[in-house]
């Protein structure tokens, strides 16, 4: 959706990853002036997908710039208010998905009520609208919540390559020789 709203142009967002501009341009934006259907209602599971929420923003912003009279690339005047509705919409659909799967471990005695614990990491838990939504959910479930500083969480790689350190230290599923081993591309 940055990319779409052409957000490296946005004066105010220039040096942002599109992410964070997104969130910085929500704090302005009246998420009520645009409404975006959530994605897969009609399915009554813990699956996550934005595709179909992406598409529908992708529209009303070629709408928007029809009424705007801009072309592709050129900056919105709605821009802070598209931010918020998506931001607002993506948190919801979280929200919602990360509720059925808490109650799913509830029912099914996977995680023990006493001592549930909602754990937030990678890019999504840097947003801070999204992190204030999961942290109410967990504290309306009475989940303990965790999530690391937002500086821990705007790279995946990093923490993934941090976890790989740990386990090279405690030496726990560490391979030390790859002889054997056949590499094969997706």
């Not at 699956?47 to 919105?76: P, W």
């Not at 990678?122 to 303990?144: C, E, H, M, P, W």
Request: proline share 3%; with cysteine; charged share 20%.
């Amino acid at each position: 959706v940055a990319r779409r709203l052409s957000l490296r142009k946005h004066p105010e967002c220039h040096s942002m990853a599109g992410g964070k501009a997104i969130e910085h341009l929500a704090q302005t934006g009246n998420r009520q002036q645009h409404t975006f259907r959530l994605p897969m209602q009609q399915y009554r599971n813990c699956d996550f997908s934005f595709s179909g929420l992406q598409n529908l923003v992708n529209k009303a912003i070629i709408q928007k710039e029809k009424e705007e009279g801009i072309q592709e690339g050129e900056i919105l005047s709605c821009v802070k208010d598209i931010a918020a509705a998506v931001q607002h919409a993506v948190a919801v659909h979280i929200i919602q998905r990360t509720y059925r799967a808490m109650l799913f471990c509830t029912k099914n005695k996977i995680l023990s009520s006493k001592n549930a614990t909602l754990v937030v990491s990678g890019g999504v838990a840097s947003n801070q609208y999204i992190r204030k939504g999961l942290q109410t959910l967990a504290d309306a479930n009475y989940f303990a919540f965790l999530c690391p500083p937002p500086r821990l969480c705007t790279d995946n790689g990093v923490m993934i390559a941090w976890n790989g350190i740990e386990r090279l230290r405690a030496g726990l599923g560490v391979l030390h020789s790859t002889d054997g081993i056949r590499y094969e591309p997706k």
